[in-house]
């Protein structure tokens, strides 16, 4: 049965305790989510943190080790193909036959999805328009652009009308217009009531396309919520990187002397030869301060950067890490 | 089911794209076919010319040069009258199998069995004629030594006779020849034994050689299409398509059905085209076509679910290929697609129709030198299904336990 928060949220993809192991090695570990009716779900982590092994566990190439996930309230493993019958994959490499027309690759995957003729044909032309290969339906995908072939390899994934899309980051390698033109498709899936699990390492794709995410790293899922959830765990804090030439470990102590004595929340993310991360609320209050402190230790500031925090910033909170490591 | 005709279309649409791998399957059994006609495909017997030269010129003699001319010697033997020198020249050159010098007063000498040389000069660059003309040679003098040994009386008279004897006294030779011949025809041709002769029942006529050719071509086409699409699944793989098949609730034997009808479609067409052109230069009967080409679907269909299992076994496109193709060449060896497995010895021949290929080619043959269509035996069409059922459960094993998914 799907798993219910409240009255009015239905869970069509729900995630309990799944985990995936290879020998010793923990490639999802004990993870739960779950997304509802008409919301994209984000799952944001760098590469190798788990997002794709997840993807095809809920997708059944891979057999969970322990726990359970539902789509559409269908059981992946006990009731495995009425669940892919509601699921539509676009994987994240291509997946088409290059040497069938594209509408030949739309037709076939209806089929495979058990569409019926009379209502693939319908399907096919409506798709083809979506995907903005309406023109060229009969020609080969060899033929076609990074761009076309990624539209079409989306359009191979939705067109049986799918309930629950999974996406593994469909964006990687794709050019600035065919990404927007995903953006739009993945909008257009949501808005028509899709339950959409989106996977990526783009930090601004996901705040602009997620109702809420999980942010996984190492198998693990290390923060969960929505956009604006996440970014709570901020605060009202900003970011400031300092550049420059000064000795980091003693500059760091002295910010933390002069900062404490203001009672502000500091917390250092990053740190270089030349330069430190870190997170402050009320930043530019405290920016005088800091500038003495580096003073103190005999070394300069030759560039200050300051900007509001963003998931990256709770990603390096949370991890140490840049989401692109 | 719905979904294996989808894959079935999806196949067909997909390999009319790839017309070169198509030509190359029906271009190298026709190739090859093509040069073993051309070398083996005229049923010509050997000939030659013997040069003679008779300075002779009398009754024996000629009779010596009639030898070579008469029956089936005739026709492989062209005997042409020449002088020495330029006989000697041509048989130099290479222009004939042997030079035949019957001297002046050979036929004096044998009559009065005084020794005389014939002379023979055979071609160095040729075996079987020279050999022939040579033995034929060595007949003649034996037969004419027996003859004087039998006829001395008869030889004696004619020798002491005048230039022109008159009838009577040719008549009274030939009288004491017959005569002769009469008391020792006994003695030469002895009923010693009794035989009774058995005729055996009339045996069909050995097919010609290059007939027994077609059969092993036609499965080199059959080999080279069923290896080339059984490579079509780590094709896949490697488009993602069948990862992606695995995303979707459709069946993998259905998605390998399709690809198994398709694969019989496609080697019926490719060993059809072969089959259609064998057909028609050697004319064998269009009633056997279909039987002939559903043998080859069949068959082709097993050797591809083969071929599929084993390229599947591998961990890598590369290693697959190589293994697969290394295997051809053996399997083509040995199952008689360049030595009739018919001209080969028997136990030869048995291995060649152990392997897959060459039990195929045995039946093809069957089926098209018999009189009536459909000559191939139900236990042999079973067996060949139960082959392909078996290849393509263990290809569904493949698929499912991990090709797919990687």
């Not at chain 1, 490639?27 to 590469?47: C, E, H, T």
């Not at chain 2, 037969?143 to 009838?167: C, K, R, W």
């Not at chain 2, 009288?175 to 009774?196: D, S």
Request: net charge negative; proline share 5%; charged share 20%.
């Amino acid at each position: 049965m799907p798993h219910r928060d409240t009255v009015w949220f239905v869970a069509m993809l729900n995630v309990q305790e799944l985990s995936k192991n290879y020998g010793d090695f923990v490639a999802v570990d004990r993870i739960s989510f779950s997304a509802g009716k008409g919301q994209v779900f984000g799952l944001l982590g760098p590469n190798g943190a788990g997002k794709s092994t997840t993807i095809n566990c809920i997708a059944g190439l891979l057999k969970p080790t322990s726990g359970h996930a539902s789509v559409a309230g269908h059981d992946i493993v006990s009731d495995g193909k009425a669940a892919r019958r509601n699921l539509g994959v676009v994987p994240q490499e291509l997946a088409l036959y290059e040497d069938l027309p594209a509408v030949e690759n739309l037709r076939y995957w209806g089929k495979a999805y058990g569409i019926t003729s009379a209502a693939l044909e319908k399907r096919v032309t409506e798709v083809l328009e979506y995907i903005g290969l309406s023109d060229r339906a009969k020609d080969l995908p060899k033929e076609f652009s990074g761009g076309m072939k990624r539209r079409l390899n989306f359009g191979c994934g939705i067109v049986h009308k799918p309930p629950v899309i999974l996406l593994d980051e469909p964006t990687v390698g794709v050019d600035p217009q065919s990404r927007a033109r995903l953006f739009e498709m993945v909008e257009a899936e949501r808005d028509a009531g899709a339950c959409v699990l989106y996977t990526t390492h783009y930090m601004e794709e996901a705040e602009r396309l997620c109702d809420s995410l999980a942010i996984i790293d190492h198998g693990k899922l290390i923060a969960q919520g929505s956009v604006n959830e996440l970014r709570a765990k901020l605060g009202a804090r900003d970011v400031l990187q300092l550049s420059g030439h000064f000795p980091v470990e003693p500059t760091k102590q002295a910010i933390s002397a002069l900062i404490e004595r203001g009672n502000a929340d500091l917390e250092f993310l990053a740190q270089e030869e030349d330069s430190i991360t870190l997170t402050l609320s009320h930043a530019s209050q405290h920016l005088p301060a800091i500038f003495e402190a580096v003073a103190g230790t005999g070394g300069s500031v030759s560039e200050t950067s300051l900007r509001s925090p963003n998931l990256e910033t709770l990603f390096l909170l949370l991890t140490g890490k840049e989401l692109r490591e | 089911m719905s979904f294996a005709l989808t894959s079935f279309r999806k196949d067909i649409a997909r390999w009319r794209q790839d017309f070169v791998a198509t030509l190359i399957w029906v271009a190298i059994p026709l190739m090859i076919g093509g040069l073993i006609t051309t070398l083996m495909g005229q049923d010509v017997k050997p000939h030659g010319t013997l040069l003679l030269v008779d300075e002779d010129q009398t009754f024996l003699s000629e009779l010596i040069v009639g030898a070579y001319s008469a029956g089936e010697l005739g026709e492989l033997i062209s005997v042409e009258e020449t002088s020495s020198r330029d006989g000697l020249e041509r048989v130099n050159d290479g222009e004939a199998s042997g030079l035949l010098i019957i001297p002046e007063g050979f036929a004096e000498a044998f009559l009065e069995s005084t020794p005389v040389t014939l002379t023979l000069r055979t071609n160095p660059s040729q075996t079987i004629l020279p050999g022939i003309i040579q033995n034929v040679t060595e007949i003649l003098l034996d037969a004419g030594f027996y003859a004087h040994q039998l006829f001395s009386d008869e030889i004696e008279v004619l020798t002491s006779m005048t230039d022109n004897p008159s009838d009577a006294q040719v008549a009274a030779i030939a009288v004491a020849i017959n005569n002769k011949m009469e008391n020792v025809a006994p003695k030469l041709f002895p009923p010693v034994i009794e035989i009774e002769i058995v005729e055996p029942p009339p045996a069909e006529p050995s097919p010609p050689l290059v007939l027994l050719f077609f059969p092993g071509i036609i499965m080199m086409a059959v080999v080279f299409a069923s290896n080339g699409l059984a490579s079509d699944f780590w094709r896949e793989r490697q488009l993602g398509t069948l990862r992606r098949l695995v995303f979707s609730p459709a069946r993998l034997a259905e998605f390998l059905m399709g690809k198994a009808l398709a694969a019989a479609l496609i080697i019926a067409v490719v060993g059809g085209f072969t089959m259609v052109l064998g057909f028609l230069y050697h004319g064998i009967g269009w009633s056997h076509l279909v039987s002939s080409l559903l043998w080859i679907a069949v068959s082709g269909v097993a050797l591809f679910a083969w071929f599929a299992a084993l390229q599947m076994l591998f961990s890598s496109q590369k290693t697959a290929s190589v293994i697969s193709s290394m295997l051809v060449f053996p399997l083509l060896m040995a199952g008689g697609s360049f030595f009739p497995l018919a001209v080969l010895p028997g136990w030869i021949a048995a291995i060649g129709r152990a392997s897959p290929n060459g039990f195929m080619a045995d039946r093809l043959t069957t089926e098209i030198t018999a009189a009536g269509a459909w000559s191939i035996d139900l236990n042999s069409w079973l067996l060949v299904i139960a082959g392909a059922i078996v290849g393509l459960a263990v290809c569904v094993w493949r698929l499912r336990t991990g090709f797919a998914r990687a």
